[in-house]
């Protein structure tokens, strides 16, 4: 089994500090940032009043300020998103030149403890992530951002702007309460009354999976079948493999996509076993 490093150039972050920055942040996302220890990473997500999702990202925990690790085609609407409810909160926002560096293994499994790296926080398969200032001396082979997104593909996990169009989804759907993205304890965010009366009434009409073709995957936004009936869409795809959302009514229905047999490969939905 190999281990890789990935530079993600995909990826930006940004800088939450200031004495107010705990109260800040914990009324906006949808992860409780009340109590994170210093070094801790967390998944969190800022949605719109009416819960749709806008932006998804990791945060770390310092001992004096938060980083979020944001896609970077987003970084500067988040700032600006953030900046806007700032308002009279005495926190500093900024953006910093600091790269996101992940470890990973290409058959999903998780990568043993390494100095200065954490976990990453949705799935064990992701690896282990890092915020450095300049290149890092691991002796691993490097390994392509396209090679790490097959990987996260593969197993399922949907992130950033490409896999979920800002303001037109909604969270649940794609999994953001399986990848530890939402804590429904926490009390009021941005979005929250809608995502928790979803939660509470656990009857998603659509949710996403992983899937497998023969062939090369169909690209994202082709439409999944059941005959003549419309049953979902691939959100992303790499190679054989995909992440489709699926209604949950047609699951178990033999589909199709592009002349193509969809099969259900795994994902962050499926049924866990013993």
């Known amino acids: 089994m190999s281990i890789f490093q990935t530079h993600l150039t995909d990826r930006q972050v940004l800088q939450i500090s200031g004495p107010e920055r705990v109260d800040f942040l914990q009324n906006l996302v949808t992860q409780n940032v009340a109590n994170l220890r210093e070094g801790a990473c967390v ?5 719109t009043p009416q819960g749709k999702l ?9 001992n004096d300020c938060f980083y979020l690790d944001c896609d970077a085609s987003q ?29 990973w293994q290409e058959d999903g499994f998780a ?6 790296f954490v976990e990453d926080p949705r799935h064990e398969g992701l690896g ?7 290149e890092i001396a691991v002796s691993l082979p490097h390994a392509s951002l396209e090679a790490w997104h097959a990987n996260r593909i593969r197993l399922g996990i949907a992130q950033g702007p490409l896999d979920m169009v800002p303001g037109t989804v909604f969270p649940l759907d794609y999994g953001l309460a399986q990848i530890h993205g ?15 009366r979803v939660h509470r009434k656990g009857n998603l009409k659509k949710k996403i999976h992983a899937v497998q073709f023969d062939q090369q995957a169909p690209k994202a936004g082709s439409e999944i079948t059941n005959g003549a009936r419309p049953c979902g869409e691939i959100v992303a795809a790499h190679g054989p493999h995909a992440i489709a ?4 009514d047609a699951r178990e229905e033999p589909l199709t996509c592009d002349g193509q047999t969809v099969t259900i490969s795994g994902g962050i939905f499926a049924p866990q076993t013993a």
């Open 43 to 47: 998944m969190a997500a800022l949605l």
């Open 54 to 62: 806008l932006h998804d990202f990791l945060i770390f925990a310092e």
């Open 75 to 103: 970084a500067d609407g988040l700032f600006k998103k953030l900046s806007m409810y700032k308002l009279r909160a005495d926190v500093n926002l900024s953006q910093t030149p600091l790269r996101v560096i992940s470890l």
């Open 111 to 116: 990568c043993p403890p390494t100095a200065d």
């Open 128 to 134: 282990l992530r890092a915020l450095v200032e300049a």
């Open 182 to 196: 939402v804590d429904f304890q926490k009390g009021c965010f941005i979005g929250q009354e809608v995502t928790s």
């Open 245 to 248: 959302l699926i209604r949950e």
